[in-house]
């Protein structure tokens, strides 16, 4: 077994032989078969929340050990622990330029910091619950927050200040994302919706209906014209945004689903689960996308055994899945092409 793992800085990573096997950097991913890379160790608790840096050098995770850390990912070093938070930190968000990172918790703050420095630049309160979800805007200067207090909130983050007070959900507010062209939002909620906002008028665009329970994450694809969906009925769903149609339904989860995330090119999709998996879906195609011969649905099922799986993300190459969870790890995993 020590062959295969070595420990270095926190990082359970290949070792000597499989290295010179493989390689060890991130362009050198795309040659692995599906599975499990490196794992992240430091946190104390469950990570709740992960992210990767727009150029895929660093990773950041939310801990319930009330810390938030940076990672190189190719390496697995730890970077920095950000202290501040009082409470478990439940979300981490990168700027769309890397030198920034939002993260929120149970102590109902939202945090700005400097990553390169890896300090404190700015604290944003107003929320009177949990800060469950973060998303920057395209241009890197607003935000937007979702919190237990059933809000979603608009931040200006240079000047400190709200900006604007979505209130449409009857519950707490489990996730948000901004699109590509920051000019729409979705909302997850416990109330077992999700919300698409137009962002200039501060208005509900449309509400989608259909999980049977706690609606626990949401994306945007990459094109804004889908949304994924995650949540405590063990499903996965596919909605057309235009005309508010879900369009597929992904079952296989034994329990709830805590993260989604879509792949860069729109064409897979990760989950999350509290069945200790992590799951990766081929999504359908428009009749005007080229033919491929990846199926529709489950495509792979990457198992952990030591615990639920919290959180997960897409690396920008699409060619590798970084996922948080119960265990207290990160995990790097092959996502294949």
Sequence with gaps: MAGWLAVSRGAIDLGPVEARLFGSTLAARREFPLGELRQFRGHTNTVEGVAVSPDGRVAASAGADNSVRLWELDSGRELHQLEGHTNAVQVVAFAPDGRRLLSGGQDLTIRLWDVTAGRELRRLEGHTGAVHGLAFFPDGRHALSGSSDTTVRMWDLGRERELGCFTGH???????????DGRRALSASADRSIILWDLNKKRLLRRFLGHGDFVRSVAFSPDGQLALSGGDDQTVRLW???NGLELKRFTGHADWVFAVAFAPDGRRAVSAGKDHTLRLWGLP?????????????????FEVPDGECRS???CPDGQCILSGGEDNALRLWSAGK
């Design 240 to 242: 057309d945004l235009e």
């Design 285 to 301: 195609m428009p009749p005007s996308a080229p033919t491929l011969e990846r199926p529709v649905g489950e495509l792979h099922r």
């Design 312 to 314: 997960v993300a897409f």
């Design 170 to 180: 009857s519950s707490a507010v489990l996730a948000v994302a901004v699109s590509a």
